[in-house]
């Protein structure tokens, strides 16, 4: 049986995730590496478990959460669907069922905000994860000087949490940002798409979406 063990050991996967982030550093993107795919795993783990899915459904959304940007060593463009592609032919030569198999790469397919749809739990968990991943060690450019909008708003994040609160009712995303050096404004005009899509996602899992910002909730 397919587990998430075998996927995160699996020598080719990580080659194609740290090619796929040499990549973005030339394209001058955030941090894409195995930390972030390590930790979209572990929150996506997090959400279903806590919303009591099975043993089963947890494991799906980590392996869909280590493999969701593999796609970016094809182009960063439609990363999500190439990714999926990708997905498909590894998962079945793992010896995934084809069940198993279209869960995965239905919710890959489905993470990037510029398709996604949460079109089952799985997709769900894994755009909650990945979309609520925002953090200064992202931030691969330390000079300052330089810095452009993404820059500002990841580096500006001096901590953040995510947890399922009120009875298993609301997703809490909770930062603490230095307005110093990108305001909350700034904050919102690259990421407001990306906390539409967890609403969306959310909703999918039967909660609310909430986001706060140094202790005040704006969304």
Known sequence: MLTFENVKNNLAIQTYIKKADEALIELGYTEHSLAHVGKVANVAK?????????????????????????????????????????????????????????????????????????????????????????????VRNRDLATFDIHDRVNYAVEDSQVAI??????????????????????????FLNRMILCKKAAQRLGLIFQLEINGQKVL
């Open 46 to 138: 997090y959400i279903l478990k806590t919303l009591n899915y099975s043993d089963r459904d947890i494991e799906l959304a980590q392996i869909a959460g280590y493999m969701h940007d593999i796609g970016n060593i094809v182009n960063r463009q439609e990363h999500a669907q190439s990714g999926a592609v990708m997905a498909f032919r590894l998962l079945d030569q793992m010896g995934a069922t084809p069940e198993e198999n279209a869960i995965i790469i239905s919710a890959i397919g489905n993470h990037d905000e510029a398709t996604a749809v949460p079109v089952n739990p799985i997709a769900a968990a894994l755009i909650l994860a990945d979309k609520t991943d925002v953090r200064r060690s992202r």
């Open 165 to 190: 609160i009120d009875d298993n009712k609301v997703f809490q995303l909770s930062l603490t940002i230095d307005t110093s050096i990108s305001p909350v404004m700034d904050y919102f005009e690259i």
